[in-house]
C-alpha cells in the first residue's frame, strides 16, 4: 500500500481551500493513505470529514514526544476520530545527538511513552533522519534507540533518503528494523549538475524511481522485514510538487507490482 | 606484495618541505604501508623522490598528469613512470564547465578515451579516480554511465571511491560491480556521522578511518573481490586529530578486515 506524508505539499495547505485543493489533487493522482498533521485551522473531526470527501484515510496521528503524557486524552480522541490506531512523533532534540549518554536519555522517553500509548491500545513510531547514525565508541545512535527501546512499544519508520545519506547501504541497513517497521518513508537521491563540488556532495531529494538509491533492493528488504505502507515523503521538490508526487505514486506502483 | 596501499594527499599539510617529505614517508612506512599514490613536489626531480622512497622500502604506484595534458606529455609519462617502476597513469576530474550537461560527459569521454589510447600503445595504463558529481542525472542517462560506456575498457580503467559512490546515494556493495574489470584500484575511507547542527535534515557527515563509520565493509569487500580490485589505496581526504594515528588506524583496521 502507498501513502503520502503531506510535508511534502505543505506550501499547498495553508488555508481550508488550498488544504482542500491538495487533498483532492493527492486523491486523483491515486493515494488513498494520507501521513498529515491536524492544521491549526480545523479540528480532528474536521479534517476526518475532508478526508473522507476525499478518499483518503489518515495513516497516524503527530505528537511531539514531550506533549504525550499531558495531552493524552486530547491525544486518544484525535486518534479515534481519524480512525487510526498509530501515534508518529518528531525526531531526537539536536543537544542529545552528541553522546552515547544523549541517546540513551531519549530512548528511555521512547519507551516510557510508547508504554503509556500500549496502554490504549496505540502504536508508537519515531521517524529517523540520517541524524540518528552518528558513529560512536560502540556503535550508532540508532544502534542506542534500538537496542534500548521495546519493538512491542516503540515502532520505527526509516527513510530510505536519509539512511543514504548516513553512509549506509538502504537495502541492507533496513534489516535492523525488521519486525517493528511498518511504514516507511521514500524518496530518492540524486545528484545535481551545476555545482562546482569536489569536495561537498550536491544532494537533492527527488521523487520515488529516480537518481541513484538500489531501488529494487530497497523494495524487497522492506517487504521482507514486514513493511506494509510506502509513504512517499519528498522533503523538496525541484519541479511542480504535485507533478513529482504523481511520479513517486506511478513509479512506486511499478517497483511494487506482483511483489506486496 | 601488500593490498594495501596510501594516498599521500591524506598527508598533504606534512610535506610541504623535503625534511618533512622524509619524515613523512619513514612514518608512513613504520605503520607498515608499503604502497603510495603520490604526486611529485616541486622541490624535487623524479628520481630524488624514486631514491626517498626507495629509502623507506616504498613503492609508487602510479605516476600523475591532468587530464587534458598527457597528449602532449607521453614521452615524459614514459619516464616518470620508469623512474617509478609503474605502468599505471592516474588523472584528475573532469573540468568544471563540462560537468554540467551531457555534451560535457561525452565530450570528456572522447578524451578519456584518446588519451587511454596514446597511454596503451606507450605500455601504460590510464585510471581515472571519480567523485560522487559524475554520478549526476541527464534524464535517464548519468555522467558516470556515459564515462564507463563511451570510453575502451582497454584503455580506460577508474579508481573507484568506496566513499564517493556512498555520498552519490549508491550501495557500494552493488554499484562497485559496474567497474567489473574496469578497476584494479580502489580508495577507501569511512563515512561517518557527528553531532547535527542545524536542520533536521541535515547530514553533518565526515571523513573517517576504514572501519570507524557506517560504511558496509562486508560487502564492499566481497564486491572488490568480484571485480578484480587488487590494491586497497587509503585516502582520507580530511582528518580530524592526528593524521598519521588516522592511517594507522585505517591499515589496521584493513588487516583485520583480510586484507594484506
Known amino acids: 500500500m502507498i501513502g503520502i506524508q503531506m510535508y511534502t505539499l505543505r506550501d499547498f495547505m495553508n488555508s481550508k481551500e488550498n488544504l482542500r485543493n491538495t487533498l483532492r489533487k493527492v486523491s486523483e493522482i491515486g493515494y488513498r493513505s494520507v501521513q498529515i498533521s491536524i492544521p491549526g485551522f480545523m479540528n480532528a473531526s474536521e479534517l476526518k470529514n475532508e478526508l473522507d470527501n476525499y478518499s483518503l484515510k489518515a495513516d497516524s496521528v503527530f505528537a511531539p514526544l514531550e506533549s504525550i503524557h499531558d495531552n493524552l486524552d486530547n491525544l486518544l480522541q484525535n486518534a479515534k476520530v481519524l480512525d487510526t490506531d498509530t501515534i508518529r512523533t518528531d525526531g531526537i ?50 544502534d542506542i534507540l534500538l537496542k534500548e527501546t521495546d519493538p512491542q512499544y516503540v515502532m520505527f519508520q526509516p527513510d530510505v533518503h536519509h539512511i543514504a545519506a548516513a553512509g549506509l547501504e538502504v537495502s541492507h541497513a533496513l534489516y535492523d528494523f525488521a519486525g517493528r517497521c511498518e511504514y516507511i518513508h521514500m524518496q530518492g537521491y540524486a545528484i545535481i549538475a551545476g555545482e562546482d563540488v569536489d569536495k561537498a556532495v550536491p544532494r537533492r531529494t527527488v521523487p520515488v524511481g529516480t537518481g541513484n538509491l538500489n531501488w529494487s ?40 507490482e506482483g511483489k506486496e | 606484495m601488500s593490498k594495501i596501499a596510501l594516498q599521500m594527499y591524506t598527508c598533504r599539510e606534512h610535506m610541504k618541505t623535503a ?8 612514518k608512513v612506512a613504520e605503520i607498515g604501508y608499503e604502497y603510495v599514490q603520490i ?67 561525452h565530450e570528456f569521454a572522447h578524451r578519456m578515451d584518446q588519451e587511454g589510447q596514446a597511454l596503451k600503445k606507450a605500455g601504460l595504463r590510464y585510471i581515472y579516480h571519480f567523485h560522487a558529481f559524475e554520478f549526476v542525472s541527464f534524464g535517464n542517462i548519468r555522467g558516470i554511465d556515459i564515462l564507463l560506456h563511451e570510453t575502451d575498457p582497454e584503455a580506460v580503467m577508474f579508481q573507484p571511491d568506496v566513499f564517493w559512490l556512498t555520498s552519490a ?10 567497474f567489473k574489470g574496469r578497476a584494479f584500484y580502489m580508495h577507501v575511507k569511512d563515512y561517518a556521522i557527528r553531532q547535527l547542527e542545524g536542520a533536521i535534515e541535515n547530514v553533518p557527515f565526515y571523513f573517517a578511518p576504514v572501519g570507524t563509520g ?3 565493509w562486508n560487502g564492499i569487500l566481497q564486491a572488490a573481490n568480484e571485480i578484480g580490485i587488487q590494491r586497497f589505496v587509503v585516502e582520507q581526504d580530511q582528518v580530524d586529530g592526528d593524521v598519521f594515528e588516522a592511517i594507522r588506524t585505517s591499515y589496521k583496521n584493513l588487516q583485520k578486515m583480510g586484507i594484506r
Open chain 1, 93 to 142: 532534540p539536536e543537544r542529545l545527538t552528541g553522546s552515547e549518554e544523549g541517546f540513551r536519555i531519549y530512548a528511555e522517553r521512547l519507551q516510557n511513552a510508547g508504554k503509556l500509548l500500549s496502554k490504549y491500545g496505540l502504536r508508537f513510531m519515531y521517524h529517523n533522519h540520517a541524524l540518528e547514525y552518528s558513529n560512536f565508541e560502540n556503535g550508532t545512535g540508532m
Open chain 1, 217 to 256: 533492493g530497497i523494495v524487497k528488504t522492506a517487504l521482507d522485514i514486514g513493511v506494509k505502507l510506502f509513504v512517499v515523503e519528498q522533503d523538496n521538490c525541484i519541479g511542480n510538487p504535485f507533478d513529482e508526487v504523481a511520479l513517486s505514486y506511478r513509479n512506486l506502483n511499478k517497483l511494487l
Open chain 2, 39 to 105: 604526486s611529485r613536489p616541486a622541490f624535487f626531480e623524479m628520481d630524488e623522490m624514486a631514491k626517498l622512497l626507495g629509502k623507506y622500502d616504498l613503492q609508487a604506484d602510479s605516476v600523475f598528469c591532468p587530464t587534458g595534458k598527457i597528449l602532449n606529455n607521453i614521452e615524459q609519462l614514459e619516464k616518470d613512470a620508469d623512474i617509478l617502476g609503474t605502468d599505471v597513469v592516474r588523472t584528475d576530474s573532469i573540468p568544471v564547465a563540462l560537468r554540467t550537461s551531457r555534451e560535457g560527459y
Open chain 2, 19 to 26: 625534511a618533512d617529505f622524509e619524515e613523512t614517508l619513514k
Open chain 2, 214 to 216: 557506517n560504511l558496509n
Open chain 2, 169 to 178: 546515494g549508491t550501495e557500494p556493495s552493488v554499484s562497485l560491480r559496474m
